[in-house]
Antibody, heavy 123, light 106 residues
């Protein structure tokens, strides 16, 4: 079965950096677009970024553009989110999720999710 | 950016009752809309995509309808496991979510 396991969260000071990882198993990782979605404590969901199956196309929410970078290593079945210049408003649980589409036909629907990793930005 | 407005914010119902949740988009998204369910301490779960297609293993009592700017998620007869928060999501970049509707036990 599909399994997504996020790691790398923690407490970080404003302005510093953090890299999240998402280890995937149970499916052909290299064939799927992958997303990061976040949820601030007690708040709703916010889409962050997406990488196409081969890493050639990436899109970001305006709130993180220029600060966050999504990447993937298909040889390691792992998705990453490099977060720089962190702000208090980036505090959230970060979920890794799989796109429902396959290969060249992403759908922008999230059909599998990890359990999330908490990032707290605080001095 | 497409803004999704969900109503009501909270729906208080009893098991067996019908739940009707609304999601309105600030501009047309055609059929590019999905619905998710989230329970406390859990990740969201995809229920409906393409406005009305049920995701894998989603029971028939849960259905989606609508197009353009107005969408509805209907749960025909609430089961105990249906009490949760529901989010709609637009499928056009930048991807956005509605603020959520909490379905609570009356």
């Amino acid at each position: 079965q599909v399994q997504l396991v996020e790691s790398g969260g923690g407490v970080v000071q404003p302005g510093r950096s953090l890299r999240l990882s998402c280890a995937a198993s149970g499916f052909t990782f290299r064939s799927y677009s992958m997303h990061w979605v976040r949820q601030a404590p007690g708040k709703g969901l916010e889409w962050v970024a997406v990488s196409s199956y081969d890493g050639s196309n990436k899109y970001y929410a305006d709130s993180v553009k220029g600060r966050f970078t999504i990447s993937r290593d298909n040889s390691k079945n792992t998705l990453y989110l490099q977060m720089n210049s962190l702000r208090a408003e980036d505090t959230a649980v970060y979920y890794c999720s799989r796109d429902k589409g396959y290969g060249d036909y992403p759908t922008n629907w999230f059909d599998s999710w990890g359990q999330g990793t908490l990032v707290t930005v605080s001095s | 950016e497409i803004v999704l407005t969900q109503s009501p914010a909270t729906l208080s119902l009893s098991p067996g009752e019908r739940a009707t949740l609304s999601c309105r988009a600030s501009q047309s998204v055609s059929y590019d809309l999905a619905w998710y369910q989230q329970k406390p301490g859990q990740a969201p779960r995809l229920l409906i995509y393409d406005a009305s297609s049920r995701a894998t293993a989603i029971p028939a009592r849960i259905s989606g309808s609508g197009s353009g700017t107005d969408f509805t998620l209907t749960i025909s007869s609430l089961e105990p496991e249906d009490f949760a928060v529901y989010y709609c999501q637009n499928g056009r970049f930048p991807l956005t979510f509605g603020g959520g509707t909490k379905v609570e036990i009356k």
